[in-house]
């Protein structure tokens, strides 16, 4: 009788002890409404949890949504109406989404300053991945236009805190020089309202093409039309062959007759999916090993 006993309370501290895990719980409670994650002069800056609406792990993958507008227009709610689809297909496949608000670039504030708020925004994921149920090993990082280049620049400067990175359509060198394969009337109306007048230096430090190094960990998703003539796919072409020559894995989709309008192209919904289905591929995928 003792032995049966004694034989069923190590069962139950077992069955406990392997319920507990790590110690760690990650029913996290889904938080409503705007998160600020920094300050910045008078400026509060928020970003959303959107949880998973389908299948929930115990630590969700998670994707940051950064906006597109030119870097000097545009909120956060632009990314899941404008790309609801995107956004819907991820949350309902156990992804939890979160777009974020950068400062926008007027007066003093800078490009660089949109960069460091992106940046921001991750760390503080990182640091709260245990309250909202996130895995911090298994975010992504999703931009479009102005702010497909801060996802880029986000995904090469925190060098391994990115595990996947798509860009929409995402500027990858700054150039005014108008017999540039980079140029395009449009994206030199925005060179020119974010960058000083001349400033050369600015334009080399905020090209995600020539910031690319070695040290970074993330790999990378390069969405770009064939008729965008605000960005040409010459920027996602020329990221594909840097990331390759430094063994960084990049890969390239150029929809025919995508432009840079995604919302009012036919093919969108399936392009959503598309890219939805690289994700999810990607942030559930094991890392490979050192």
Same mark, same amino acid.
């Given at each position: 009788?003792?032995?049966?006993?004694?034989?069923? /309370?190590?069962?139950?501290?077992?069955?406990?002890?392997?319920?507990?895990?790590?110690?760690?719980?990650?029913?996290?409670?889904?938080?409503?409404?705007?998160?600020?994650?920094?300050?910045?002069?008078?400026?509060?800056?928020?970003?959303? /949890?959107?949880?998973?609406?389908?299948?929930?792990?115990?630590?969700?993958?998670?994707?940051?949504?950064?906006?597109?507008?030119?870097?000097?227009?545009?909120?956060?709610?632009?990314?899941?109406?404008?790309?609801?689809?995107?956004?819907?297909?991820?949350?309902?496949?156990?992804?939890?989404?979160?777009?974020?608000?950068?400062?926008?670039?007027?007066?003093?504030?800078?490009?660089?300053?949109?960069?460091?708020?992106?940046?921001?925004?991750?760390?503080?994921?990182?640091?709260?991945?245990?309250?909202?149920?996130?895995?911090?090993?298994?975010?992504?990082?999703?931009?479009?236009?102005?702010?497909?280049?801060?996802?880029?620049?986000?995904?090469?400067?925190?060098?391994?805190?990115?595990?996947?990175?798509?860009?929409?359509?995402?500027?990858?060198?700054?150039?005014?020089?108008?017999?540039?394969?980079?140029?395009?009337?449009?994206?030199?109306?925005? /060179?020119?309202?974010?960058?000083?007048?001349?400033?050369?230096?600015?334009?080399?430090?905020?090209?995600?093409?020539?910031?690319?190094?070695?040290?970074?960990?993330?790999?990378?998703?390069?969405?770009?039309?064939?008729?965008?003539?605000?960005?040409?796919?010459?920027?996602?072409?020329?990221?594909?062959?840097?990331?390759?020559?430094?063994?960084?894995?990049?890969?390239?989709?150029?929809?025919?007759?995508?432009?840079?309008?995604?919302?009012?192209?036919?093919?969108?919904?399936?392009?959503?999916?598309? /890219?939805?289905?690289?994700?999810?591929?990607?942030?559930?995928?094991?890392?490979?090993?050192?």
């Amino acid at each position: 009788m003792k032995r049966i006993l004694a034989l069923t /309370i190590a069962l139950l501290t077992a069955l406990a002890l392997f319920s507990c895990g790590d110690g760690e719980s990650y029913d996290a409670e889904a938080p409503s409404g705007e998160i600020i994650y920094k300050t910045a002069g008078e400026a509060e800056l928020g970003l959303e /949890i959107l949880m998973p609406t389908g299948k929930r792990q115990k630590r969700s993958p998670a994707v940051i949504m950064l906006h597109g507008g030119g870097w000097i227009s545009g909120s956060r709610d632009e990314m899941t109406r404008d790309f609801k689809p995107l956004c819907d297909e991820l949350r309902k496949n156990g992804v939890t989404v979160i777009p974020v608000t950068y400062r926008l670039v007027g007066g003093e504030v800078s490009l660089r300053d949109c960069i460091d708020d992106c940046e921001d925004a991750l760390s503080f994921i990182v640091s709260n991945a245990k309250k909202y149920g996130i895995d911090p090993e298994r975010i992504g990082i999703v931009g479009y236009s102005a702010g497909a280049q801060l996802a880029m620049m986000t995904a090469i400067e925190s060098e391994d805190q990115i595990k996947y990175c798509v860009s929409m359509s995402g500027p990858t060198c700054f150039s005014d020089t108008s017999g540039s394969i980079y140029y395009s009337d449009s994206l030199n109306y925005y /060179i020119g309202m974010i960058f000083s007048e001349g400033d050369k230096v600015a334009m080399y430090q905020s090209s995600p093409i020539i910031r690319l190094n070695r040290k970074c960990k993330a790999e990378f998703l390069l969405v770009n039309g064939t008729d965008d003539e605000v960005v040409k796919p010459a920027h996602a072409e020329s990221f594909c062959r840097e990331a390759e020559s430094f063994g960084i894995s990049a890969e390239l989709i150029e929809p025919e007759g995508l432009t840079h309008s995604y919302s009012s192209w036919q093919g969108f919904n399936e392009l959503c999916l598309r /890219i939805s289905q690289k994700l999810l591929s990607q942030l559930n995928s094991p890392d490979p090993p050192q």
